[in-house]
Structures are given as structure tokens and as C-alpha cells.
């Protein structure tokens, strides 16, 4: 099993629209959630970051972390075609690694 | 305001011809990782530095090694590279919080 699992879509939604991404994993420990946006060709960036349990909003995002269930979420408010790339989620214990699931593409259509 | 900056942005290297890539940070955090990612792929670590400590992944090939001469730079170096070695390398930094930010890759192709 892996450490963490995301769907890899792709999905494709109309520009507007609430799109809802999420991930989950198997390791009780982690404590930091992340995550990223990349666009193609280029380097994640990051989006949001979460310590341990709730959430975050940051404008047309909102992150939640359910510890409890081992599941993060990143909900997108009114979604724009230049929100179109893919999402990846990460997540880390206290020590230097970090996890990564493999990245939902996301198409938002005009 | 670039705080992790690769270059080159594109490498083309031959078949078996030694390659560097190169990556500096403003942030100042203690620690510095390389990734590597294929496409559709999630990055693969291929190894990380705290300060001055070298950590390898288990599953690096030998072909690849690093140097971290000080705080602000890191350095990939691929010996002979294959042509599965072709991928974007991603730079990271991470700091106190555990934030981690990459830089904008650079993308090798071996012919």
C-alpha cells in the first residue's frame, strides 16, 4: 500500500465551478499537509499548508485536514481556466521526508 | 524574488557525457533536496542534505551523486547519463515548518 493515494483523474469541470481534490493516506504520524499546483514543464508550487488537523483558506482555496480519517481535501472557489495543471498533495512527519501522491489533472473549461 | 533558482532550465546531454545541474536558495534553510520526475509521475527523491549531512535514498543509482559546498547551493551531478535518465530534476528547500518549495526544474534530454 502506498503511503499516499490520489486519484490521477483527469477531471474536467466548467470554468465556475467548486472543484474538489483530495487525497489520503496510511501513515497516522504526519503532521504537515501541502499542497501543489503544477502547471506542465514546470515546478510545483505551493499552494497551501497545513499543520496537523482543520482548516485553511487562502482566497478561492480552502485546504481540510481529517486526521481522524487520513484524508486532506483542496477545495477550488469559482474555478478559472488558469487553474488548469495538476494538484499534487504531500505530507510529512516531523522528520526531512515527504510523500507525495501522484497528482490529480485538473481541466477547467471556458 | 525567486526563492529557488535552477539552471540550467533545459540540458541536452549525449548518451554517457558527464552532466551538472545546479540550484542556489535565498530562504537559507538547512535543508536541500533533488527530485526526480517523469511524466505523469509523482517526484522521486533522489536525495536530500541537512546543512551539511547527506542523505541518500536507497533506490538512487550510483550514476547520480550530489555536492552541497555551503548553505545557499546544491549541485547534481550524473555521471554517464542514460537515456532513462531524461526527466525533470526538481530542486526543493525546506525549513522549520516543514514547508517545502521547489524551483522551476530542469529539464534533461539524452540523445
Known amino acids: 500500500q502506498k503511503e499516499v493515494e490520489q486519484d490521477p483523474g483527469p477531471l474536467s469541470v466548467p470554468e465556475g465551478a467548486i472543484v474538489s481534490l483530495n487525497c489520503t493516506y496510511s501513515n497516522s504520524a504526519f503532521q504537515y499537509f501541502m499542497w501543489y499546483r503544477q502547471y506542465s514543464r514546470k515546478g510545483p508550487e505551493l499552494l497551501m499548508y497545513t499543520y496537523s488537523s482543520g482548516n485553511k483558506e487562502d482566497g478561492r482555496f480552502t485546504a481540510q485536514v481529517d486526521k481522524s480519517s487520513k484524508y486532506i481535501s483542496l477545495f477550488i472557489r469559482d474555478s478559472q481556466p488558469s487553474d488548469s495543471a495538476t494538484y499534487l498533495c504531500a505530507m510529512s512527519e516531523a522528520g526531512n521526508q515527504f510523500y507525495f501522491g501522484t497528482g490529480t489533472s485538473l481541466t477547467v473549461i471556458p | 524574488d525567486a526563492m529557488v533558482i535552477q539552471n540550467p532550465r533545459y540540458q541536452v546531454t549525449q548518451f554517457g557525457k558527464p552532466v551538472t545541474l545546479s540550484c542556489s536558495q535565498t530562504?537559507?534553510?538547512?535543508?536541500m533536496y533533488w527530485y526526480q520526475q517523469k511524466s505523469s509521475q509523482a517526484p522521486k527523491l533522489l536525495f536530500h542534505?541537512?546543512?551539511?549531512?547527506?542523505?541518500n535514498e536507497a533506490d538512487t543509482p550510483d550514476n547520480f551523486q550530489s555536492r552541497r559546498p555551503n548553505t545557499s547551493f546544491c549541485f547534481l551531478d550524473i555521471r554517464s547519463p542514460g537515456l532513462g535518465d531524461a526527466a525533470m530534476y526538481l530542486c526543493a528547500t525546506s525549513g522549520p515548518r516543514r514547508e517545502q518549495y521547489f524551483g522551476p526544474g530542469t529539464r534533461l534530454t539524452v540523445t
Open positions: 542534505y541537512y546543512d551539511k549531512d547527506f542523505n
Open positions: 530562504l537559507n534553510h538547512n535543508v
